[in-house]
Nanobody
């Protein structure tokens, strides 16, 4: 059974940092792109950052570029998201996801495995 488990969320003041991690079990995803999405209350789930199968290419949503950094460790079957200079508008549940393909993409439908999410709350 495939499982993705996120960790690292929490309550942080604006300007602070967090590091989110996602560990996969049940199979390896070293040939798949991976990504982070987020969903704020009452809003659609939106792409935050993606990374291709070997970590050589990364993509970011326009609102997080230069503040977020995605990385992966295929040996540990993990993907991480370093979040700096947090803003209140970054408050959301953050989800990791595994792509159907070697690359990542911005569309939710690109991904066929999802974690349960980790809450990030940024206070002003």
């Amino acid at each position: 059974q495939v499982q993705l488990v996120e960790s690292g969320g929490g309550l942080v003041q604006a300007g602070g940092s967090l590091r989110l991690s996602c560990t996969a079990s049940g199979r390896t995803f070293s040939s798949n792109g991976m990504a982070w999405f987020r969903q704020a209350p009452g809003k659609e789930r939106r792409f935050v950052a993606g990374i291709n199968w070997n970590g050589g290419t990364t993509y970011y949503g326009s609102s997080v570029k230069d503040r977020f950094t995605i990385s992966r460790d295929n040996a540990k079957n993990t993907v991480s998201l370093q979040i700096n200079s947090l803003k209140p508008e970054d408050t959301a549940v953050y989800y990791c996801a595994v792509s159907r393909f070697a690359s990542s993409g911005t569309a939710v439908g690109t991904y066929n495995y999802w974690g349960q999410g980790t809450q990030v709350t940024v206070s002003s």
